[in-house]
């Protein structure tokens, strides 16, 4: 009785380690250790449950049901990109202003707006595009425009 109640004593001391934050929680190896681990516990907290063994048993199970969850926890993921400042008008060129908005080097004031509207409807991020798009076409057209 005193080897479960040691065994017991070591696999909550593996489910405190196992839960501090580190670099081991990420690695796959260490999820496919902590579930055999977990596996193991919970097959002899059951064992010992059978046989009449209560409190070694119980302290067996919910230790092998802690270190399930760990096993089963997403892997961390990297945090959302850093956003990005809208593109400065003055760093395009010309030529590649006007390749965004399509329009030709002889294009008018008017046929710049215009290109300009139809594009901005469909990358607006109200109409499901997104601030980068957009803020490259205003700042294609800003260019284009002089202001």
Do not use: C, Q, Y
Not at 68 to 91: E, M
Not at 103 to 113: C, T
Not at 119 to 143: C, E, F, K, S, V
């Amino acid at each position: 009785m005193i080897w479960l109640l040691v065994a017991a004593a070591i696999a909550f001391a593996v489910l405190v380690w196992s839960g501090r934050k580190g670099a081991r929680n990420g690695l796959r190896a260490w999820r496919l250790f902590s579930g055999g681990l977990a596996l193991a516990a919970v097959v002899a907290g059951t064992m010992l449950v059978l046989r009449g063994g209560w409190l070694a048993g119980l302290l067996l199970l919910f230790t092998g049901l802690g270190l399930a969850s760990l096993a089963r926890s997403p892997l961390p993921r990297p945090g959302p990109a850093p956003a990005r400042a809208p593109p400065d008008p003055d760093g395009m060129s010309l030529s590649e202003a006007r390749s965004v908005l399509g329009v030709g080097p002889d294009a008018s004031r008017e046929e710049i707006l215009e290109a300009h509207a139809r594009l901005i409807r469909r990358t607006h991020p109200d109409a499901g595009g997104t601030d980068g798009l957009a803020a490259h076409l205003n700042a294609a057209r800003d260019r284009l425009l002089g202001s």
